[in-house]
């Protein structure tokens, strides 16, 4: 059986927000001219000190080279190695003229009187890269399926696609949860469906408390069982974007086989200290050994760790936002949480498509 697998990167040092973009860009790249059956070869771990390690090469082509058919690639280059240029031309949207941006995130309507922020782009180093055309990514798309699965960095990437595509046809929602953290919408021209499915841990959990959004608060991770919000949907999706990570890094009491192992950051029981490392470990594996046992003919992307939402604070508290340029190369570094989860992911990845190419007898 056909079975496709990429691995997507998401790995810069500047705000999330202004990245993006690059995602559905390189994504739609990856899409048009890198299908492959069986899982990608991730590149051997990288040392904690290494946070410029690059991902797989990625097919890429000139902005001339967009027409109807799609031509073969000119080419390679990486992607996610570059820099922040000027662009006159500006974004395909802002906050003033898409409607998906949730007021709590539309930076215009909060008071914010800059625009320059608006007019970057991504230049990978050796190859140019043109901005997503929505009425081709549509048309290609047609009568298909789309999920992002995991948490609000997810969102985010939603509602910048929702942005993007809109500007052809409009968005029509047709499901919410009752929290309003899973949705689906369609564009009607095209039967083309997008959904956020909100599962920040990928497997079933539960929380001590009256929020997520209420610190501090215990969170009861049953790590050998899947969210059914997810899985429930497994094989009606065609293209899904699966994520999870900083989440782990919280007062959880781990669960398997409806029995306590043990939890990370719990000093008020007595329970033995396990870390976030080993719960994410575990759900890892998980996960993945589900997709590899599944055959499901969807093409799926693991995105791996990212920044913070915001520079100088966490997302509730002490953070600034007064950046108006980019970052350049080498003014950040990811913090020690961010690092390890990184590790666990290629090195996860890399032993589930071992066991992908174990299963299916491909090299």
């Given at each position: 059986?056909?079975?496709?697998?990429?691995?997507?990167?998401?790995?810069?040092?500047?705000?999330?927000?202004?990245?993006?973009?690059?995602?559905?860009?390189?994504?739609?790249?990856?899409?048009?001219?890198?299908?492959?059956?069986?899982?990608?070869?991730?590149?051997?771990?990288?040392?904690?000190?290494?946070?410029?390690?690059?991902?797989?090469?990625?097919?890429?082509?000139?902005?001339?080279?967009?027409?109807?058919?799609?031509?073969?690639?000119?080419?390679?280059?990486?992607?996610f190695?570059?820099?922040?240029?000027?662009?006159?031309?500006?974004?395909?949207?802002t906050?003033?003229?898409c409607?998906?941006?949730?007021?709590?995130?539309?930076?215009?309507?909060?008071?914010?009187?800059d625009?320059?922020y608006?007019?970057?782009?991504?230049?990978?180093?050796?190859?140019?890269?043109?901005?997503?055309?929505?009425?081709?990514?549509?048309?290609?798309?047609?009568?298909?399926?789309?999920?992002?699965?995991?948490?609000?960095?997810?969102?985010?990437?939603?509602?910048?696609?929702?942005?993007?595509?809109?500007?052809?046809?409009?968005?029509?929602?047709?499901?919410?949860?009752?929290?309003?953290?899973?949705?689906?919408?369609?564009?009607?021209?095209?039967?083309?469906?997008?959904?956020?499915?909100?599962?920040?841990?990928?497997?079933?959990?539960?929380?001590?408390?009256?929020?997520?959004d209420?610190?501090?608060?215990?969170?009861?991770?049953?790590?050998?069982?899947?969210?059914?919000?997810?899985?429930?949907?497994?094989?009606?999706?065609?293209?899904?974007?699966?994520?999870?990570?900083?989440?782990?890094?919280?007062?959880?009491?781990?669960?398997?086989?409806?029995?306590?192992?043990?939890?990370?950051?719990?000093?008020?029981?007595?329970?033995?200290?396990?870390?976030?490392?080993?719960?994410?470990?575990?759900?890892?594996?998980?996960?993945?050994?589900y997709?590899?046992?599944?055959?499901?003919?969807?093409?799926?992307?693991?995105?791996t760790?990212?920044?913070?939402?915001?520079?100088?604070?966490?997302?509730?508290?002490?953070?600034?936002?007064?950046?108006?340029?980019?970052?350049?190369?080498?003014?950040?570094?990811l913090p020690v949480?961010?690092?390890?989860?990184?590790?666990?992911?290629?090195?996860?990845?890399?032993?589930?498509?071992?066991?992908?190419?174990?299963?299916?007898?491909?090299?």
């Amino acid at each position: 059986m056909l079975y496709n697998w990429k691995y997507l990167h998401k790995f810069n040092y500047i705000v999330v927000k202004l990245g993006v973009s690059i995602l559905f860009v390189g994504l739609a790249f990856r899409l048009f001219y890198g299908q492959s059956t069986g899982f990608s070869q991730v590149l051997k771990t990288p040392s904690v000190e290494n946070t410029h390690t690059p991902p797989p090469h990625v097919d890429s082509l000139s902005s001339q080279q967009i027409t109807d058919e799609i031509p073969p690639p000119q080419g390679k280059c990486n992607l996610f190695i570059g820099d922040w240029i000027p662009n006159k031309i500006g974004p395909l949207y802002t906050n003033e003229t898409c409607s998906f941006i949730p007021d709590y995130l539309n930076c215009m309507n909060n008071g914010r009187q800059d625009t320059g922020y608006l007019y970057w782009r991504w230049n990978p180093r050796g190859c140019e890269l043109p901005q997503l055309d929505p009425k081709r990514f549509l048309g290609l798309m047609r009568n298909r399926s789309w999920a992002f699965i995991g948490d609000s960095i997810s969102q985010n990437q939603v509602n910048s696609l929702l942005c993007i595509l809109s500007t052809v046809d409009k968005a029509v929602e047709v499901y919410h949860d009752e929290g309003y953290k899973s949705l689906r919408w369609v564009f009607p021209s095209y039967n083309v469906s997008l959904s956020v499915i909100w599962s920040p841990f990928l497997v079933e959990a539960h929380i001590f408390g009256d929020s997520y959004d209420v610190l501090p608060y215990e969170i009861e991770l049953h790590l050998d069982k899947l969210d059914t919000n997810w899985t429930k949907l497994y094989k009606s999706l065609d293209y899904m974007m699966f994520s999870s990570g900083l989440w782990f890094d919280r007062s959880s009491i781990y669960y398997e086989k409806n029995t306590v192992l043990g939890c990370n950051y719990c000093p008020k029981r007595n329970l033995t200290e396990l870390r976030f490392d080993f719960a994410y470990r575990k759900v890892l594996r998980n996960v993945f050994d589900y997709i590899v046992g599944s055959h499901h003919k969807g093409t799926i992307f693991y995105r791996t760790t990212t920044p913070n939402h915001v520079e100088n604070g966490l997302w509730n508290s002490g953070k600034n936002c007064n950046r108006t340029e980019p970052a350049q190369e080498g003014e950040f570094q990811l913090p020690v949480v961010n690092k390890i989860l990184r590790e666990i992911e290629l090195e996860e990845f890399q032993k589930a498509s071992t066991r992908a190419s174990e299963n299916w007898g491909r090299p």
